[in-house]
């Protein structure tokens, strides 16, 4: 399947990464190779398999439905590039 | 007398509770060696008040008897194990100056087992790359270069490029490095050292910078068999805030070295022979398997019927698994924001991951995002999961008739910084022998097996059975006794 500019544009939006028209550009025939290079897989015989969801069978362990840790707001806090009143802080989004 | 800085992980050790040397003079000897290799660009931050420290408390334990496993080693850590206070990128300029608040469950081990820490090491950004050449922070060097009298600079592999450029230049006796789909054993590989991913699970992946969660699996690089499994042995262990970990006891994998083979089948895939290989790749194998043979291993040629689909499946997996992990860059709770004037939340997000990945991680996590975009997950992201499916159970019936796996580790030796860049799909060809192994969860090690033409290290891969790391280091082990490995590259920088 061939990668359009169109098609780059929505995953980029999708992904939240601006790109500009010379990106677009370059990145349409990149994604377009690749994608047509993993189509390969589409000739393996699969009906009999179920999608693989763990390496190692591993149980999904529970434990006691118990506070483990927090009270540790400043150090949460300390990487923000804002933070405000003790809140991450982010551009208006309600007027 | 033998410089400190030619010593390994247990040379280190031994001497050290021998009294032979002190460990600050070995921290001394690594530091500067660490500082007149910075023209390798292997590390990204320096740390010589922690080795040091670490040093100085090693020689109190001696002289107070209480000397724990790695007293008096000083350790690089790759830059995607948070380590708390010391700069943590992933190699990437999103993370700069992010110091985190917590230590990784593997650096934790490490260090509570009386390593020191040498500093930070140089990595491909988020550890996507076979090269080191996608790190924020500029390209790692090898410290190797071609006999043929050029000073053309050479990739030390990736993405676990600082890593091994730092054990291959005596920079540190012994490395973290992280392997998703060969960063541990390509660049081991490409610069002469020993690598091993060990079974998934083995290792906690609590505070490593996650990749692609169903395959990061970090291991050690050092110089031989041995200073693995030491630090194998101290990376690894149960830890409940990782629920992929395994809550298995850790084996005595240095005390249960023995290099013998005898009895044990080796098997020898035939869909790993492809086309467009180098012969010296197929004749170092074919050496390879002359001396497990020599040392009393059957040889048995068997079959991976799905071997040709790992790549690709690889690189629907990683990548989807990458931009979901990836997501939680968005200039809020850590790195770089980038607010453009009179924009909003989304300009905000939308800016700073522009601004802040680079070009392999945006095609990677824009690969992702298309692969489980509505109307495409099952064609691909299912579809990919089922053939994983099917290259994990290639692996379990070819036990019935082997014990162990020898291929080689790359299909390459290393190659000029700039040649593969131009091209994804080349550079992503690099890992064709060591994404199977990932897919699988299998422990896989990389040891050298001699020079190439050129003068450049090759290395051969052995897989093993799920939880047999036992297996795949005493067969290292013979090997490496039976390859007399000793070549190292000249000082140059």
């Not at chain 1, 589409?42 to 006691?64: F, G, H, K, W, Y």
């Not at chain 2, 012969?279 to 991976?304: H, P």
């Not at chain 2, 709770?333 to 939308?350: C, I, K, N, S, T």
């Amino acid at each position: 399947m061939s990668v359009d500019a169109k098609t780059v544009r929505h995953i980029a939006k999708l992904a939240r990464i601006a790109v500009s028209d010379a990106e677009v550009a370059a990145l349409a025939p990149e994604l377009s190779n690749i994608i047509g290079w993993i189509e390969q897989l589409q000739e393996v015989d699969v009906s009999e398999v179920e999608p693989m969801t763990a390496v190692i069978p591993n149980i999904l362990r529970l434990r006691d439905d118990v506070v483990t840790d927090g009270g540790i707001r400043d150090e949460i806090l300390a990487n923000a590039p804002a933070a405000e009143h003790g809140f991450f802080a982010v551009p208006k989004v309600i007027e | 007398m033998t410089a400190l800085t030619d010593l390994g992980v247990a040379q280190i050790r031994d001497g050290v509770a021998a009294g032979e040397f002190s460990a600050r003079a070995v921290a001394e000897a690594y530091i500067a060696n660490v500082e007149a290799g910075r023209g390798l660009n292997a590390f990204v931050v320096e740390t010589p008040e922690l080795a040091l420290a670490a040093a100085d408390a090693a020689d109190k334990a001696r002289a107070s008897g209480e000397l724990k496993p790695l007293s008096g080693v000083p350790l690089g850590i790759k830059d995607l194990f948070c380590t708390e206070g010391v700069q943590t990128t992933a190699g990437s300029r999103i993370l700069e100056g992010y110091k985190p608040v917590y230590e990784s469950h593997v650096s934790a081990n490490l260090f509570a087992a009386g390593a020191g820490m040498l500093g930070k090491l140089n990595m491909d950004e988020f550890a996507m790359g076979s090269s080191n050449e996608t790190s924020g922070f500029g390209p790692v060097l090898s410290p190797w270069r071609r006999n043929d009298g050029g000073n053309a600079a050479l990739t030390p592999g990736g993405s676990s490029g600082g890593s091994a450029s730092a054990v291959a230049a005596r920079l540190a006796p012994g490395v973290t490095g992280t392997d998703t789909g060969g960063s541990i054993r390509q660049p081991a590989a490409f610069t002469g050292i020993t690598g091993i991913k060990p079974t998934y699970g083995r290792c906690s992946r609590w505070g490593i910078v996650a990749f692609a969660s169903s395959l990061d699996q970090a291991g050690p690089m050092a110089r031989d068999v041995r200073d693995c499994a030491i630090l194998l042995e101290a990376m690894a262990g149960f830890d409940p805030r990782d629920s992929t970990s395994l809550k298995l006891d850790v084996p005595a994998w240095e005390a249960g070295l023995a290099a013998d083979v005898r009895g044990k089948r080796i098997g020898i895939p035939k869909e790993y022979r492809i086309d467009g290989v180098p012969a010296e790749i197929d004749a170092v194998w074919q050496q390879g398997i002359e001396w497990l043979r020599d040392a009393g291993a059957e040889i048995v040629e068997v079959s991976l019927p799905h071997t040709k689909y790992a790549l690709p499946a690889y690189y629907i997996i990683a990548p989807a698994e990458a931009s979901s992990n990836l997501a939680r860059y968005d200039g809020v709770r850590y790195g770089l924001r980038v607010q453009p004037a009179q924009g909003g939340l989304d300009d905000m997000y939308e800016a700073t991951r522009a601004a802040g990945f680079g070009a392999e991680v945006k095609r990677r996590i824009m690969i992702g995002t298309y692969v489980l975009s509505a109307g495409f997950y099952d064609a691909y992201f299912n579809q990919a999961q089922k053939v994983r499916a099917l290259i994990a159970r290639d692996f379990e019936r070819v036990w019935a008739h082997c014990d162990l796996l020898l291929t080689p580790t790359a299909p390459s030796a290393a190659f000029g910084l700039g040649e593969k860049m131009a091209d994804p799909i080349a550079m992503y060809l690099n890992d064709v022998f060591a994404v199977p192994a990932s897919l699988a969860g299998l422990p896989a090690i990389s040891v050298p097996a001699g020079l190439d033409a050129q003068g450049l290290p090759l290395g051969l891969q052995i897989i093993g059975k799920a939880l047999d790391e036992q297996g795949v280091l005493n067969a290292a082990l013979a090997f490496e006794e039976r390859a007399g490995f000793t070549a190292r590259a000249e000082a140059w920088w």
